[in-house]
């Protein structure tokens, strides 16, 4: 019984923090490999060291003057690679 009521808990914990980083992951920006977070509150997960691809040359669009979300400083237009399209595309990455 003892076994069974540690395995409840241990799931609980590890289901309960796969949520914590349910919004961030980790993504080519620029080349380099960071966390990107869909909110200001996400948990950052530490991101392994891996190869990016080239970023191509490109002009960054037009950015909109606009208040950065609670939490963030600061917000730039950045390419961030696309694992589905197989390529980099400007998002707005605040931090």
């Not at 019984?1 to 799931?11: C, P």
């Not at 380099?32 to 970023?55: N, S």
């Not at 669009?61 to 961030?80: A, H, L």
């Amino acid at each position: 019984m003892r076994a069974l009521t540690s395995s409840f808990w241990i799931g609980i914990v590890l289901l309960s923090s796969t949520n914590v980083y349910a919004d961030c992951q980790c993504a080519c920006v620029n080349g380099h490999i960071q966390a990107v977070c869909a909110g200001a509150q996400g948990v950052k997960p530490f991101c392994p060291p891996r190869i990016c691809a080239f970023t191509p040359p490109s002009v960054a669009p037009v950015q909109q003057p606009r208040i950065p979300p609670m939490g963030t400083s600061k917000c730039e237009q950045k390419q961030v690679y696309n694992e589905t399209a197989h390529g980099y595309e400007w998002q707005e990455v605040c931090n």
